[in-house]
């Protein structure tokens, strides 16, 4: 994946509008989709998961891979 605006970003942001995270894990990033993925259930009890859930589809979209 190139960078933000790729399609391997878009289709990690449409990943996680479905379950949190799994546009992380898509583009690799394990640590980071497990973050999402139990905060999202975790505030979604709460009625809260919506800001999760946008946080990881923002995330996934403007994600920049770091250049070695």
């Known amino acids: 994946m ?3 605006g790729s ?3 878009v289709i990690a942001a449409l990943a996680s509008f ?3 995270g ?3 894990l898509i ?3 394990l640590g980071m989709a497990i973050l999402m993925f139990v ?3 975790v505030l979604w009890i709460f009625l809260l998961g ?3 859930h946008l946080w990881s ?3 996934a979209a403007l994600w920049k891979p770091k250049v070695a």
């Open 57 to 59: 589809i923002l995330d």
């Open 50 to 52: 919506w800001v999760i």
């Open 39 to 41: 905060l999202g259930v």
């Open 7 to 9: 399609t391997g970003n």
């Open 18 to 20: 479905f379950i949190p």
């Open 22 to 24: 799994l546009g992380q």
């Open 27 to 29: 583009q690799g990033r």
């Open 2 to 4: 190139s960078g933000q």
